[in-house]
């Protein structure tokens, strides 16, 4: 994998990447499982739709090519059937240690999409420390997405990568 961020001056010039508490959205979680294991969770394909989406939802991947300037598009159907589809945009991939991406629907150009940055830091006790960091444009789309259940639905999410790597 390139570690080497997609474009590095356009993203120091891009208002996402310069942090602002009131468009924050931060989840921590603490995993008794090696750093290597939860990334891997985050990478592969086959794995990530085991535990990714809040509880109910289903997921498949239509492509995930992990590296900067990659891309992974991904379907997440809700119990009622709605569909909502996905697209990260991957910016930096440090394997292991840090992941940072654009999220929002796969269409080009979502104004609603928004910066997540993940680290993975690895505890002595060969635990990790799950750090999923989301940057939204505007204070008002994180008021919105904290409205309708965003960290509830992540902390979920977290439960079932937790469940996934076998230590719930």
Aim: proline letters at 5%; a negative charge.
């Amino acid at each position: 994998m390139n570690t080497t961020p997609a474009h590095p001056t356009a993203a120091a010039a891009d208002p996402a990447s310069t942090w602002s508490l009131d468009r924050e959205v931060v989840l921590v979680r603490v995993l008794d499982a090696p750093r290597q294991a939860v990334f891997a969770a985050w990478t592969d394909a086959d794995a990530f739709c085991q535990w990714f989406g809040p509880d109910g939802f289903t997921c498949v991947v239509h492509e995930m090519d992990v590296r900067p300037g990659g891309r992974a598009r991904f379907d997440m159907t809700a119990a009622d059937g709605t569909l909502y589809t996905n697209r990260f945009d991957y910016l930096e991939v440090v394997p292991g240690e840090r992941m940072v991406m654009d999220h929002g629907s796969d269409v080009d150009d979502d104004p609603s999409r928004f910066r997540v940055t993940l680290t993975f830091d690895e505890q002595a006790d060969g635990k990790t420390v799950l750090t999923l960091r989301q940057l939204h444009p505007s204070a008002e789309q994180r008021a919105a997405v904290i409205g309708f259940g965003a960290v509830e639905l992540g902390l979920q999410t977290m439960q079932k990568l937790a469940r996934h790597l076998g230590v719930a």
